[in-house]
């Protein structure tokens, strides 16, 4: 009996974006053992479109879909597998990953301005409903000597839960985890990032994972002095928790996880989703 891979899914629109998403998948796939399904959803909530043209446009993507499996065979000696479905971005996504039970969405990004905020949050709330991370990826991989992720920590109780995708990151890609920490003024907040850095540092020595820790400027953004930091080290990637919660502010502003995903030195972001079973339980003992 051959048993099945687990797979790594990447979203396709047919862009730039998506062909960058595809040749991590592939440096990923080779690591972890896995193989890598490319999926496009075509939007079944259209008015203007009819029953019959959307079926149509599922057959288009299929084709389109065949075709990059054949240019991904010629380039890298590998053919990934492809679904095309009707559906809602996101959601959908979320859908096939489950089905498929894949180990990570690796997907394409578009600059982010105008009324992308609005669906950038949208993006957000559904990335937190996922059972797997998402890395949201905007431009081409880069060859980095050092192999080091960014993991910011706050005083938010959910920065515990990225510990684990660091060790998994460290033990899979030989990564040092580069602890970027809050400075807050507000005594609270203090205690509380103090508690998960004091966390953090236990957990990670205790998996023996290579680490360091570098402390944020007092009063400046958290989320710039992230992307400021990353961009400084030169890195590849930055780990982050998905706020559980979307407000209006959110949605007006732009939540802190939308700025560092679609940062303007288009760095590689690891979403990881909220584990609901841990904070219902009490979290972290």
């Known amino acids: 009996m051959t048993i099945s891979k687990k797979t790594i899914v990447v979203p396709c629109d047919f862009t730039e ?8 998948a592939v440096r990923l796939s080779r690591i972890l053992n896995t193989d890598y399904t490319l999926v496009h959803i075509v939007d079944e909530g259209s008015m203007f479109s009819s029953e019959a043209s959307k079926i149509q446009e599922v057959e288009k993507a299929t084709q389109r879909l065949q075709e990059l499996s054949d240019q991904t065979f010629e380039k890298y000696e ?6 095309a479905r009707l559906g809602h971005l996101y959601e959908t996504i979320n859908t096939i990953s489950d089905e498929l039970d894949a180990r990570l969405v690796i997907m ?32 081409p991989y880069q060859y980095r000597k050092d192999n080091d992720i960014v993991f910011p920590i706050d005083h938010k109780l959910e920065t515990k839960e990225k510990l684990i995708w660091a060790n998994y990151m460290s033990k899979n890609f030989g990564s040092r985890i580069v602890i970027l920490t809050a400075t807050h ?14 966390f953090a540092r236990k957990y990670l020595t205790e998996k023996g994972v290579e680490f360091e820790v570098h402390y944020a400027e007092k009063g400046k953004n958290f989320a710039e002095e992230t992307i400021r930091f990353a961009k400084e080290i030169n890195t590849n990637l930055i780990l982050i928790m998905i706020t559980k919660e979307i407000n209006l502010q959110d949605f007006l502003l732009g939540a802190e996880e939308q700025k560092i995903i679609f940062n303007d030195a288009r760095i590689s972001v690891m979403c990881v989703n909220p584990r609901t079973d841990l904070t219902k339980s009490g979290g972290f003992n």
């Open 78 to 83: 590998e053919r990934p597998k492809f679904i």
């Open 108 to 139: 394409g990004i578009h600059e982010f301005k105008g009324i992308q905020r609005f669906t950038g949050s949208r993006a957000l709330k559904v990335m937190a409903g996922s059972k797997i991370p998402f890395i949201m990826v905007s431009g």
């Open 185 to 198: 003024s507000d005594e609270l907040l203090k205690k509380r990032t103090i508690g998960n850095l004091n």
């Open 17 to 24: 974006v998506s062909q960058y998403a595809i040749d991590l």
